[in-house]
């Protein structure tokens, strides 16, 4: 299974902003100082975050490019918000192995919108269930 997300996030700005001048919804936004849920600490930036579902997938470029798709042809709106509001982009992916680890591969072009936008790629992998030998 892979899940992605893509989160454009900062200290004290409007999210609303984003959608609108991407012309896209995110999943979830949080608020600077806003308890974002139960029993946790108040939110230490402003989030603007889309995900995908988790995805039963073979390599993580699949669930990426699906992530990624809705930002195509604006990664210049895109980059210059995040300068103009001094924003980070971080995308992340989860991979939870059950038999078989996917393959960890990321097309180029998907390299290439990461560096173009400045973000962080970030990968978690946790391991679930091994097989026996």
Request: proline share 9%; hydrophobic share 45%.
């Amino acid at each position: 299974m892979v899940k992605a997300s893509f989160t454009v996030y900062g200290d004290v700005w409007s999210p609303d902003l984003l959608s609108s001048a991407l012309d896209v919804q995110p999943t979830n936004t949080v608020l600077k100082g806003v308890v974002p849920r139960p029993m946790r600490p108040p939110a230490p930036y402003t989030e603007w975050t889309c995900e995908t579902p988790e995805l039963e997938s073979g390599n993580v470029d699949g669930p990426f490019k699906t992530l990624l798709e809705p930002f195509a042809g604006k990664t210049a709106i895109l980059s210059a918000f995040v300068k103009q509001h001094g924003l980070r982009v971080i995308v992340n992916l989860v991979i939870q192995v059950k038999r078989d680890l996917p393959e960890l591969f990321v097309s180029e072009a998907n390299v290439r919108l990461l560096a173009a936008l400045g973000a962080n790629l970030g990968l978690d992998v946790y391991i679930l269930d091994l097989p026996n030998d």
